[in-house]
């Protein structure tokens, strides 16, 4: 996201005079009120100006950096999140690496029906090849990272959360999760999406695009 030349003229003025009023600014750049109008809205919107009523612009101090952090943390993960590649319980680790390398995903996501009960990565299915003939018969839950060891995301989190969380505890994605109570009284987590590096990456390009 870009600011256009009269854009930051306009943020130069109002540092230097404000309190300033729009026509003032208009007669400072040379050019008529309605033209600096949308302009004024834009930067209003954004954070980096303030206007008060019959008083003028004031400057809010406020980055375009500071502003877009900001408004990440507004964006819900489920507004970016995509389909999780999923296995069974039930499965074998064989059948996982075929899963894992027909669907192109670098991360299974374990299941008991519609909860989640393991993460399996490309790492933890290498380190199971090595040394063994017996994957075709050895159960996935033997090698998946289980509860509590499982990083992931609710509903209710922000991208700003989702990108944290990846970089802190440098992973490439995260199962997005609702908790709900089973029948037996015990509290677990409904696999509801996930939320990976490049979903994240493609959320900024794609509002640096809409920008512009």
């Not at 669907?103 to 989640?116: C, F, H, M, Q, R």
């Amino acid at each position: 996201m870009e600011l256009t030349s009269r854009q930051k003229e306009i943020i130069e003025i109002v540092k230097e005079k404000q309190p300033v009023k729009s026509n003032e600014i208009a007669e400072l750049l040379g050019i008529n009120r309605a033209t600096i109008r949308p302009d004024l809205k834009i930067l209003t919107m954004m954070g980096i100006l303030e206007a008060k009523r019959k008083v003028g612009y004031y400057y809010t101090g406020r980055s375009l950096l500071n502003i877009l952090g900001s408004y990440i943390k507004t964006i819900n993960v489920t507004d970016i999140q995509t389909e999780p590649t999923v296995v069974e319980e039930t499965s074998s680790i064989y059948d996982g690496i075929i899963t894992m390398f027909t669907k192109n995903a670098g991360t299974l996501y374990v299941v008991d029906g519609k909860y989640l009960s393991g993460i399996v990565s490309r790492k933890d299915f290498i380190k199971a090849m090595i040394g063994r003939k017996e994957v075709e018969s050895l159960p996935i839950p033997m090698i998946m990272t289980r509860m509590p060891n499982i990083i992931y995301l609710e509903a209710n989190e922000s991208v700003y959360d989702a990108a944290y969380k990846t970089m802190y505890y440098e992973v490439e994605s995260l199962p997005v999760v609702q908790k709900e109570i089973d029948e037996k009284g015990t509290q677990r987590l409904v696999l509801i999406g996930k939320v990976s590096r490049t979903n994240i990456t493609r959320y900024v390009v794609n509002m640096g695009r809409s920008a512009k």
